[in-house]
């Protein structure tokens, strides 16, 4: 079967910095994705990986190894506005999106 | 820029009626889907588009419908409402389904069916 795997839930500290993993196994793999979905809203999206490496905008940065099935969302300088859970999803060979439970981060002051 | 607007916000409705959540596009973007968000499962797919004229079946299709009679329209209906159908339903777009670019949502339909 097709499964995403992330943390329940993370907390950090406002100004640190924090790192969200995710690991795949999928049928075939066509991208990674990133989004960011506060209480309440619509999941946004945040990053695309296809090829191995960190893709790097602004704050957040997304890394992916596809050998080993595993990305990851790094957030710098955290603020409290960055409280909400970050999604994983991967494009299986059908083009279809599987989704991660999602990850989600609490900001302390 | 409206993008996609979904309606209603949120229903209650009684087990056995039917309902349809609404969603447009102005983005003209080519796919369409609707997925179901509920507490500890990630979004599960339920019908998609990849264009106008065409509709395919996700993940969890059974007890919902769809059309896609344009490009700017895709109603989702449930025929006989039951109470694991309570959810939280998001319609999203895309300029086409391969495409590298992100998924845009609409703002999300909350439905309790008692």
């Known amino acids: 079967g097709q499964n995403i795997d992330q943390p329940t839930e993370m907390t950090a500290t406002e100004g640190a910095i924090v790192q969200i993993n995710c690991t795949y196994q999928t049928s075939g793999f066509n991208g990674l994705f990133w989004y960011q979905q506060h209480a309440g809203e619509a999941p946004t999206f945040l990053s695309y990986?296809?090829l191995d490496g960190l893709e790097e905008k602004g704050r957040f940065s997304s890394f992916l190894s596809r050998s080993k099935g595993y990305s990851y969302l790094l957030l710098k300088e955290l603020q409290m506005k960055d409280s909400a859970s970050y999604l994983c999803?991967?494009?299986?060979?059908?083009?279809?999106?599987?989704w991660g439970a999602g990850t989600k981060l609490i900001i302390k002051p | 820029t409206a993008g996609i607007t979904q309606a209603p916000t949120s229903q209650i409705l009684a087990a056995g009626r039917s309902m349809t959540l609404r969603c447009t596009q102005d983005?003209?973007?080519?796919?369409m889907y609707w997925y179901r968000q509920d507490l500890g499962l990630g979004l599960r797919l339920i019908h998609y588009s990849n264009t106008a004229g065409t509709t395919g079946k996700g993940e969890v299709p059974d007890g919902y419908s769809v059309s896609r009679a344009n490009t700017d329209d895709f109603p989702l209906t449930l025929a006989s409402a039951v109470p694991s159908q309570t959810s939280v339903y998001f319609c999203?777009?895309?300029?086409?389904?391969?495409?590298?670019?992100?998924?845009?949502f609409g703002e999300g339909s909350r439905l309790t069916v008692l």
């Open positions: 999203a777009s895309s300029p086409s389904s391969g495409s590298t670019g992100e998924l845009f």
């Open positions: 999803a991967v494009r299986d060979s059908n083009y279809q999106l599987i």
């Open positions: 990986n296809v």
């Open positions: 983005m003209r973007h080519n796919a």
